[in-house]
Every structure is written in C-alpha cells, then in structure tokens.
C-alpha cells in the first residue's frame, strides 16, 4: 500500500476527532500530499529495450532497440515509443504512435479515481513487443 494513501487515511481520521491540537498535523498532511502529486505529476523518464536473437554458436542473428519516454498521462503511467533501432520515429511510425497517444488521453480523461488507480495496477506500463 502506498505511505501517501495511508497518510492521507490517518489525515481523515485526526480530522474528523474533536481534538484541536490535531488540525494542524492534518492540514500539513495534505499541503504535503497535494506537493508529493505536483512533483510526481511532472516525472518523465526514458526506458530502453532490447531484443536480440542468438543462434546455436551464441552469434547475434538479429538485434532491435526501441526507447521510450515514462510518463503520467491523465494521472495514469504511460509509455511512448520515440525511437526504433536508433532513430527517432518518422513516418507512419510517428503518426500511430501518436494515435495511440492520443487515443488513451482521450480514454483517460472519461475515467474516475477508481478506474484510474485500477488501470494503473493491471496495465502498469505496457509494451508493444515484437515477435
């Protein structure tokens, strides 16, 4: 379980006690995580795959790289695909990633907290892989 989630539970539970002394640990809980999401919000990272194939002798028959950048789209983990063997897309390559990019924009932004955290647990960050 995320140490954000569990804070933010406790930070429910100190808020709906009578006690006064506790109104302040949940308001610096909160600005806290409302800075953690900013910050989180704004992470990008690049990933770089390889496949290679070998033959009997351990020879190199066949190698492939994609790289991609690692990013929150609609509070949901994404990945797009910006390089194939080396070289940025182009093409018909640039043109379908982009529609998949603009497909699951379009599809996130109709869904609820729920559906986002379920679609975050189950597709995580999913590849296109060759066979």
């Not at 953690?36 to 066949?62: C, G, L, M, P």
């Not at 609820?112 to 999913?126: D, F, I, P």
Request: hydrophobic letters at 35%.
């Amino acid at each position: 379980m995320n140490i954000r989630y569990i804070g933010i539970v406790t930070a429910a539970a100190v808020a709906f006690s009578p006690q006064a002394q506790d109104r302040p640990l949940v308001q610096n809980a909160l600005s806290r995580y409302a800075q953690d999401e900013a910050a989180e919000s704004e992470y990008a990272y690049t990933e770089e795959y390889q496949i290679k194939n070998f033959d009997a002798r351990n020879k190199v028959t066949s190698a492939h790289t994609d790289k991609y950048e690692a990013f929150l789209l609609e509070d949901v983990p994404y990945l797009r695909k910006t390089e194939e063997d080396g070289h940025p897309l182009a093409g018909k390559s640039a043109e379908e990633e982009m529609r998949k990019y603009l497909k699951a924009a379009e599809e996130r932004k109709g869904m609820t907290l729920t559906q986002k955290q379920a679609s975050a647990r189950t597709k995580s960050l999913q590849l296109d892989t060759r066979s």
